[in-house]
């Protein structure tokens, strides 16, 4: 079965007349992908695709640019929250192919893409069928602040952006710069112990999750001032189970509950009526937040990751960073990365987020 897959593949892939080969010859760039592997294009991707795991944040950093929504040609279906926030910045997303969940070549093909963009850990399952197609494929990983800035610069490169790369970079750089020198007029010397979950309903139970030592979230942390105590338990990998003995050994200053449905809120608000969670120093203080959300949680490797930092800075040092300051980030934030007006945040952003600063 898959021998006939191939070769209907192949049929179509050269019906549809996709010759990389013979484009014009007075364009030619090399683009050097998150894998090191060097991409050579004879001419400007003006169909890009992207596909695969976390597509909807590398395609929200896509869309910091400003040919995106031109040069985009197909969605793939893996988020309604993070799709309700692309027809805020795309009047004609609704135009674009929708791809189903999963995609591979065969979906990919027929649309005669010129790029398709994946994370790194898809190469084995998508992107070889694509190479092997000669199908450019370029590679990125998201995965923290230096991977950040890295893959900006090759998305800059691949859309012809470059000074537009860089101006989001120094952007971020600035955000980061300003919330680290409000944390240094703290007047407390203590760092919070702090503990992030991801939180999962199932069989009318939570299951709870802590992520690796060298991601996103757990740097987070750190830098806007806490010790993430569950760090020397999950080194490396991905999201890792830990019961409740573990939480409460560990008994954090501090903890946030995360939750990719946008459920965090309702999630805490029960366990701070659990009466195993009543005892915890966290829910005698009165310190376990609902991660902040607007159209997708801010503490992922999205374009909204400073977001995120700014507000866990806040949380962790009140005394130094207020609710203003960070409010005030968000608005900025939004008018210069996604060139939303004053009234589209305040109409659909500050409504999804106030909650989260009580």
Do not use: H
């Not at 007047?187 to 030592?213: C, R, T, W």
């Not at 954090?252 to 608000?269: H, L």
Request: with cysteine.
């Amino acid at each position: 079965m898959k021998k006939i897959v191939s070769i209907l593949i192949g049929v179509i892939f050269l019906i549809s007349g996709c010759s990389y080969l013979g484009s014009s010859p007075s364009y030619q760039k090399t683009i050097i992908d998150a894998l090191g592997r060097e991409v050579e294009l004879s001419s400007e991707p003006s169909r890009i695709i992207i596909i695969g795991k976390q597509a909807p944040m590398l395609t929200n950093f896509m869309y910091l640019f400003n040919t995106t929504d031109k040069k985009l040609l197909a969605l793939e279906k893996r988020s309604q929250s993070a799709d309700e926030f692309l027809k805020l910045i795309d009047k004609n997303i609704d135009k674009k192919f929708k791809l189903e969940r999963g995609a591979g070549a065969e979906q990919v093909v027929p649309l005669n893409p010129d790029m398709v963009i994946l994370k790194t850990s898809m190469r084995d399952t998508i992107g070889k069928p694509l190479e092997d197609l000669s199908i450019p494929v370029v590679y990125v990983e998201f995965e923290n602040a230096d991977q950040i800035y890295r893959d900006l610069r090759i998305f800059a490169s691949v859309l012809n952006e470059e000074e537009r790369g860089e101006d989001l970079i120094s952007s971020y750089q600035m955000y980061y710069q300003k919330i680290q020198d409000l944390l240094k007029v703290s007047n407390s010397s203590e760092k919070p112990s702090v503990l992030l979950l991801q939180a999962e309903s199932e069989d009318q139970k939570y299951i709870f999750k802590v992520p690796p030592a060298n991601w996103l979230q757990t740097d987070m942390v750190e830098k806007a001032g806490g010790i993430a105590v569950w760090k020397e338990a999950n080194l490396a990998g991905g999201w890792t189970e830990v019961n409740m003995e573990q939480i409460s050994n560990w008994n954090a200053d501090m903890v946030y509950i995360v939750n990719y449905q946008g459920q965090s809120p309702e999630i805490v608000k029960n366990l701070k009526n659990d009466e195993i969670w009543k005892n915890l120093n966290a829910a005698k203080d009165e310190r376990i937040y609902a991660f902040a959300y607007d159209f997708l949680s801010w503490d992922q490797p999205d374009p909204r990751w400073i977001l995120g930092y700014g507000w866990m800075a806040f949380r962790q040092n009140p005394q130094s960073i207020s609710s203003t300051d960070i409010q005030n980030l968000i608005k900025d934030y939004y008018q210069k990365f996604f060139t939303l007006d004053e009234s589209a945040i305040e109409e659909k952003i500050d409504p999804m987020v106030a909650d989260y600063f009580k």
